[in-house]
């Protein structure tokens, strides 16, 4: 069992950095709440033990510090609906004596969700007589925000060296993410393969080295696959290209032969005459994108070969939409290969799905009970596969 399952958080106050930088409407409504939903069974369990709960996280981007528009209260109802309408007390401030008063008040059983710990610069610069502060709320500091782990903030990281190793864990949430990556990473059962999309290779060349040592195979698709089409002499015409890229593209192909790591780039693409919607389309072969045409998909080969490849792993990581999926004409090679990953969870794979569009897509098209694993963290995930110490994670284990 787990430090956190071990314990036993009865007559305990347990400080929470959660991750709720959930997406709000104009109404302030919250249209997509996984992040919320994600960290409620760690709240339960420490209400359940008899302790009571202090939340605390960041929400946007503000500034200049408190601003209406980035305020934690627009979220205080749906926590509470989320616990099943546990009372959910709000503090104005994440610090001072509004916070540290209801903090003391708090009984078992009993939430206090603080304000946006963002309104003070301090957090991210991870100041550490804030996060002394804020240490002094709680008794127990549980850690559950790993969409933030990959950040040294002081809510996240600085605040853990102000508990006893005993009094500092994660949450459910953060246990699972980390098992899951660790199981990929780490214990994958061969053959692994790694589906790679999205718009830019410059944001995927970490983690591609780092997944040339440890995937069977890596799949390319996505706007990302023209510069390594280019690069190996392919006409393109006018799709996405990073042209001060070329060289690294065929030095990451050399590498992946040497090291026997089958590299799949598609056949064949969906080209528009425009980025647009409506735009016309054709299907080509990928050395012949005529010039003006852009690829915004993958076309029905690659679909075929990146099925054949998805469905005979044991172990798949997917990060990065395989094109421009927000576009009805341009979401086939998306929605295809979430159905082929959904397929192999069926048929034993474990599956991850993570960062922020692929796990937009498995969403959008009703799929994220299908795979094994859909993580809340884009950015932490893809740091995690880079092959670096997320700072929210070493701090507890240190
Ligand atoms: P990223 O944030 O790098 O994972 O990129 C995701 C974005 O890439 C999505 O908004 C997609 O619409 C976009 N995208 C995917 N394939 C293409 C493509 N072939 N051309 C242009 N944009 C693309």
Same mark, same amino acid.
């Given at each position: 069992?787990?430090?956190?399952?071990?314990?036993? !958080?009865?007559?305990?106050?347990?400080?929470?950095?959660?991750? !709720?930088?959930?997406?709000?409407?104009?109404?302030?409504?919250?249209?997509?709440?996984?992040?919320?939903?994600?960290?409620?069974?760690?709240?339960?369990?420490?209400?359940?033990?008899?302790?009571?709960?202090?939340?605390?996280?960041?929400?946007?981007?503000?500034?200049?510090?408190?601003?209406?528009?980035?305020?934690?209260?627009?979220?205080?109802?749906?926590?509470?609906?989320?616990?099943?309408?546990?009372?959910?007390?709000?503090?104005?401030?994440?610090?001072?004596?509004?916070?540290?008063?209801?903090?003391?008040?708090?009984?078992?059983?009993?939430?206090?969700?603080?304000?946006?710990?963002? !309104?003070?610069?301090?957090?991210?610069?991870?100041?550490?007589?804030?996060?002394?502060?804020?240490?002094?709320?709680?008794? /127990?500091?549980?850690?559950?925000?790993?969409?933030?782990?990959?950040?040294?903030?002081?809510?996240?990281?600085?605040?853990?060296?102000?508990?006893?190793?005993?009094?500092?864990?994660?949450?459910?949430?953060?246990?699972?993410?980390?098992?899951?990556?660790?199981?990929?990473?780490?214990?994958?059962?061969?053959?692994?393969?790694?589906?790679? *999309? +999205?718009?830019?290779?410059?944001?995927?060349?970490?983690?591609?080295?780092?997944?040339? +040592?440890?995937?069977?195979?890596?799949?390319?698709?996505?706007?990302?696959?023209?510069?390594?089409?280019?690069?190996?002499?392919?006409?393109?015409?006018?799709?996405?290209?990073?042209?001060?890229?070329?060289?690294?593209?065929?030095?990451?192909?050399?590498?992946?032969?040497?090291?026997?790591?089958?590299?799949?780039?598609?056949?064949?693409?969906?080209?528009?005459?425009?980025?647009?919607?409506?735009?016309?389309?054709?299907?080509?072969?990928?050395?012949?994108?005529?010039? +003006?045409?852009?690829?915004?998909?993958? *076309?029905?080969?690659?679909?075929?070969?990146?099925?054949?490849?998805?469905?005979?792993?044991?172990?798949?990581?997917?990060?990065?939409?395989?094109?421009?999926?927000?576009?009805?004409?341009?979401?086939?090679?998306?929605?295809?290969?979430?159905?082929?990953?959904?397929?192999?969870?069926?048929?034993?794979? !474990?599956?991850?799905?993570?960062?922020?569009?692929? /796990?937009?897509?498995?969403?959008?098209?009703?799929?994220?009970?299908?795979?094994?694993?859909?993580?809340?963290?884009?950015?932490?995930?893809?740091?995690?596969?880079?092959?670096?110490?997320?700072?929210?994670?070493?701090?507890?284990?240190?």
């Amino acid at each position: 069992m787990s430090a956190f399952q071990s314990h036993n !958080f009865s007559g305990q106050k347990a400080l929470i950095r959660v991750d !709720f930088n959930v997406p709000l409407n104009e109404k302030f409504e919250i249209t997509d709440d996984n992040r919320i939903k994600g960290a409620i069974p760690t709240i339960q369990k420490i209400l359940k033990d008899g302790g009571s709960v202090i939340l605390m996280s960041h929400l946007g981007r503000p500034k200049d510090g408190p601003t209406d528009k980035y305020s934690l209260k627009h979220v205080v109802n749906h926590i509470s609906e989320s616990l099943g309408g546990v009372k959910v007390d709000f503090a104005n401030d994440c610090i001072g004596e509004e916070a540290t008063h209801k903090a003391a008040a708090l009984l078992p059983g009993e939430v206090l969700l603080l304000e946006n710990l963002r !309104f003070y610069k301090e957090e991210e610069k991870g100041d550490e007589a804030f996060a002394q502060k804020l240490s002094k709320l709680g008794d /127990v500091y549980v850690n559950d925000a790993f969409g933030t782990a990959h950040r040294a903030h002081a809510s996240t990281a600085i605040i853990a060296k102000f508990f006893e190793g005993d009094k500092k864990m994660f949450g459910l949430l953060m246990e699972n993410e980390v098992s899951s990556a660790e199981k990929v990473l780490h214990k994958s059962e061969r053959p692994f393969t790694a589906i790679l *999309g +999205g718009a830019k290779v410059s944001d995927k060349i970490l983690i591609i080295e780092n997944l040339l +040592g440890r995937a069977n195979h890596i799949i390319i698709g996505g706007g990302m696959a023209y510069t390594f089409l280019k690069a190996q002499g392919k006409e393109i015409g006018s799709s996405l290209c990073e042209e001060d890229k070329l060289d690294l593209a065929n030095e990451l192909l050399a590498k992946a032969k040497s090291k026997g790591v089958e590299f799949h780039l598609p056949k064949d693409s969906v080209i528009a005459e425009k980025f647009d919607a409506n735009a016309n389309t054709q299907f080509v072969t990928n050395d012949s994108i005529p010039k +003006g045409w852009m690829g915004l998909d993958i *076309g029905e080969e690659a679909i075929k070969d990146f099925g054949q490849v998805i469905l005979s792993s044991k172990t798949i990581l997917w990060n990065g939409p395989m094109g421009v999926f927000e576009m009805e004409k341009f979401q086939k090679g998306t929605r295809s290969v979430a159905d082929f990953v959904a397929e192999a969870t069926s048929q034993g794979a !474990f599956t991850l799905v993570g960062g922020g569009d692929s /796990v937009a897509a498995v969403n959008k098209f009703g799929l994220a009970d299908k795979v094994s694993y859909v993580s809340t963290g884009g950015g932490a995930m893809l740091e995690y596969f880079e092959g670096k110490e997320l700072p929210g994670i070493a701090a507890i284990n240190k």
